[in-house]
């Protein structure tokens, strides 16, 4: 068995504030978010209300310097273990048909599991 590096350790747990985004936009895809402007408030569901959590997480983690603290690790470690551009290829593309695949059944079937939520259990 392989023994991990302390380095690879921290890579990895530089990955949780993304999936903290992640996770947080997906609940309030389905749950929903409530959000206001000026004298109104609204809440919104499924593609919007990712979308709106979404960029809060991300707004919230750049606030709290997590993320930019985050970025800056991972582009040291890929820089001094000299990633090589075929796993970096991989990732880029195990990531984007990973993102394609929520993003369609966000847009999809977002609203249509809100109101299938409500209407059979609560």
């Known amino acids: 068995m392989k023994k991990l590096s302390i380095n690879k ?18 609940y309030s895809a389905f749950a929903g978010i409530s959000y206001s402007f000026l004298f109104s ?3 919104a569901y499924g593609f919007w209300g990712f979308l709106y959590a979404f960029i809060f997480g991300i707004l919230q983690l750049i606030y709290l310097p997590v993320l930019p603290v985050c970025m800056i690790f991972q582009f040291i470690y890929a820089y001094f273990t000299h990633v090589t551009e075929k796993e970096y290829k991989l990732v880029v593309r195990i990531s984007a048909i990973i993102a394609t695949i929520l993003v369609a059944g966000i847009l999809l079937y977002g609203e249509r599991v809100h109101e299938y939520i409500h209407t059979h259990i609560f």
Do not use: G, N
Request: charged fraction near 0%; glycine fraction near 0%.
């Open 41 to 43: 408030s609204s809440t």
């Open 9 to 26: 350790i921290f890579l990895y747990l530089s990955l949780l504030p993304y999936a903290y985004i992640i996770l947080f936009a997906f």
